[in-house]
């Protein structure tokens, strides 16, 4: 399985970025999807998640109202960041919850992670 994200970048505070992910392989069924983010010297903490179908969302309490977590077509979901502050910049990873094809197993994946910089 493979997730390729993609949106990071330098914004100022204030402004917003979109950050996509896209998941491929041996995927029978996404149960959820998902952002986690890990600034330096802190550990990795949740963001947003969102299950299948978009039909449940849950975000982090210090991102609700600027934040939001979105399915788009396929197996791919976005985070829209809007009024973003310097405590927002951190490296961010897509995590899927998932049924593997093959294995029929329920597994997790992380993708490599993008970097979200906000200047003051």
């Known amino acids: 399985v493979q997730l390729v994200e993609s949106g990071g970048g330098l914004v100022q505070a204030g402004g917003s970025l979109r950050l996509s992910c896209a998941a491929s392989?041996?995927?029978?069924?996404?149960?959820?999807m998902g952002w986690y983010r890990q600034a330096p010297g802190k550990e990795r903490e949740l963001v947003a998640t969102?299950?299948?179908?978009?039909?449940?969302t849950n975000y982090a309490d210090s991102v609700k109202g600027r934040f939001t977590i979105s399915r788009d077509r396929g197996n791919t979901v976005v985070l829209q960041m809007n009024r973003l502050e310097p405590e927002d910049a951190a490296v961010y990873y897509c995590?899927?919850?998932?049924?593997?094809?093959?294995?029929?197993?329920?597994?997790?994946?992380w993708g490599q992670g993008t970097l979200v910089t906000v200047s003051s």
């Open positions: 392989g041996s995927i029978f069924r996404i149960n959820a």
């Open positions: 969102i299950t299948s179908g978009g039909g449940s």
């Open positions: 995590k899927i919850d998932y049924i593997d094809m093959v294995t029929n197993r329920r597994l997790d994946a």
